[in-house]
């Protein structure tokens, strides 16, 4: 028995349904024995057996399979447009089920921009286990299209991306990209977080391997810490099953209940997310002590119109350098009083972040400062509270500097 059952005949029924229906009902129907319209959580850890080796029904152990995991994964599955989902215990730990891909002797091609754990995890673990990662600029891909040459694909089995970059907010053409890697036969994983399936689908665009932090925009709340994967093609779901089964990160029946709860609301969640950060983008521009604003929104954004293409919508994140040093951005930060300083984003209520010391202090500092990660970069995640409480809190905090 495969652990994720028959997959493909479960998810055909809801094929025909946008995102945002998917978001909602994907892979849930009501209970046939009881008619409750919400699943009910499967809090228990195994199930009874007719005879040797003979479950009841689909499902053994659930380290192996739960039926409230099944549920969240069907429904992440359907809303990237993939076949098989695997909802595991944190972001990092999807990201280690893909990396599981990678043997000693490989290479990885990763983004020069991506997420502190991610960058960590490269260098400090799967160093170890003699996989080598080149942390690459891939927008230079726009000049030359040839500039992934350098590396011997003999070896590099993986391209890693992160669109839109954290905390940079950098977009890479996933297509360019997926398309150049076919025709080294090399798989290729977005981290697809900070965008969310209602604003980007990368397996659209031909990426092997959808990531998520289930913590950020899909649990949206800030009460859970939860990952997934997502692939269309089997061969690769088994391998991703047989590695979560061996080393166990998975999430808990009453997490993965939680985030089918959490998605049926993120497609609203997100409009207004970027709503809010279109807003607050625009305001930060026009203040004197704001030096630069990163939005993937505003049209002096380096790759505004790559976005605009390649995505439904430029998401809730935004990164703006204050004019001066050290001192005067934790002045700010201090001086806010809506606006949490805290590390996470994607919840509905707006929080800041100083990379440089917080979420990207792994990051060695020259190579930090050399990709823009300065002493004066505050990273924020625009929560959906009302437009004029956050601008006035951006207002008093400003004001005095
Ligand atoms: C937070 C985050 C992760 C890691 O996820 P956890 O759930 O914290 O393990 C990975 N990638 C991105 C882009 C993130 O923001």
């Known amino acids: 028995m495969k652990d994720w059952g028959d997959t493909l005949k479960r998810l055909e029924k809801f094929k025909k349904y946008s995102a945002k229906t998917l978001a909602i009902h994907g892979g849930q129907s009501a209970d046939p024995i009881t008619g409750s319209v919400m699943a009910p959580i499967y809090q228990t850890s195994t199930y009874a057996q007719s005879d040797f080796a ?22 992440l599955a359907l809303i990237e447009g993939g076949n098989f989902g695997l909802a595991t215990s944190s972001g990092m730990g999807a990201i280690s089920l893909v990396m599981s891909f990678l043997s000693a002797g490989d290479e990885i091609i990763c983004g020069d921009d991506v997420y502190g754990g991610t960058y960590r995890y490269l260098s400090q673990v799967l160093s170890r286990y003699k996989i080598k990662a080149h942390f690459v600029d891939f927008s230079k891909i726009e000049e030359d299209e040839n500039f992934l040459d350098q590396f011997d694909f003999n070896k590099v089995k993986m391209i890693w991306l992160e669109t839109p970059t954290n905390p940079l907010l950098k977009i890479f053409d996933i297509e360019k990209i997926t398309q150049y890697a076919k025709k080294k036969k090399c798989l290729v994983s977005v981290d697809n977080t900070f965008a969310t399936p209602i604003f980007q689908n990368p397996l659209a665009l031909g990426a092997d391997f959808v990531v998520h932090s289930l913590t950020k925009y899909v649990g949206g709340h800030s009460d859970t810490v939860a990952g997934a994967v997502i692939v269309k093609d089997e ?7 047989f590695e979560q089964k061996n080393v166990g990160p998975i999430c808990p029946p009453f997490d993965s209940w939680l985030l089918t709860r959490s998605l049926k609301t993120l497609a609203v969640r997100m409009r207004a997310h970027e709503e809010n950060a279109q807003k607050v983008a625009e305001y930060l521009e026009k203040s004197p002590h704001v030096e630069k604003v990163v939005y993937p929104g505003l049209e002096n954004h380096p790759q505004h119109a790559l976005a605009k293409k390649q995505m439904h919508g430029f998401g809730g994140m935004l990164s703006f350098y204050i004019k ?40 060695p500092k020259e190579l930090r400062e050399e990709n823009g990660i300065s002493d004066n970069l505050l990273r924020l995640s625009v929560g959906i509270e009302s437009l004029d409480d956050i601008l006035q809190d951006f207002e008093d905090a400003l004001k005095p500097l």
Do not use: W
């Open 54 to 75: 003979k479950p009841l029904g689909e499902f053994e152990y659930s380290r192996c399979q739960n039926p409230s995991r099944r549920i969240l994964e069907d429904a």
């Open 235 to 241: 061969d690769l779901a088994e391998k991703l099953y």
């Open 324 to 363: 001066g040093d050290l001192e005067k951005t934790k002045a700010f930060v201090k001086n806010l009083k809506l606006v949490l300083l805290a590390e996470s984003l994607g919840g509905v209520e707006s929080l800041i972040e100083h990379p440089a010391t917080m979420t990207h202090a792994s990051i």
